[in-house]
Nanobody, 125 residues
């Protein structure tokens, strides 16, 4: 069992930055692909970023590429999402997730075995 706790959300003006953290406990953190997803009211959950177990590979959709950076510190059992140049359309609840195993692709929500409770990010115009 893995517990994930997100932090770092909040209210920011357009063009600003936030850094989300995802602290993990339980099984070996370095064995998990880590991902970030978001869900805005009335919209489907959306893939935001993912990082491989070693941190050597990262994945982003076009909507955030160049603005968001995912990273991880396996020694601290923590994943991060640095969000720059934020836009009002980035407003959503952001969830981190952990996947054990190689099935699926990093953007597939079904691939992930564990999810955090979410943290709200609100970008004002």
């Amino acid at each position: 069992q893995v517990q994930l706790v997100e932090s770092g959300g909040g209210l920011v003006q357009a063009g600003g930055s936030l850094r989300l953290s995802c602290a993990a406990s339980g099984r070996t953190f370095s064995s998990y692909t880590m991902g970030w997803f978001r869900q805005a009211p009335g919209k489907e959950r959306e893939f935001v970023a993912a990082i491989s177990t070693s941190g050597g590979s990262t994945y982003y959709p076009d909507s955030v590429k160049g603005r968001f950076t995912i990273s991880r510190d396996n020694a601290k059992n923590t994943a991060y999402l640095q969000m720059n140049s934020l836009k009002p359309e980035d407003t959503a609840v952001y969830y981190c997730a952990a996947a054990f195993g190689s099935s699926g692709t990093p953007s597939d929500a079904w691939k992930y075995d564990y999810w955090g409770q979410g943290t709200q990010v609100t970008v004002s115009s």
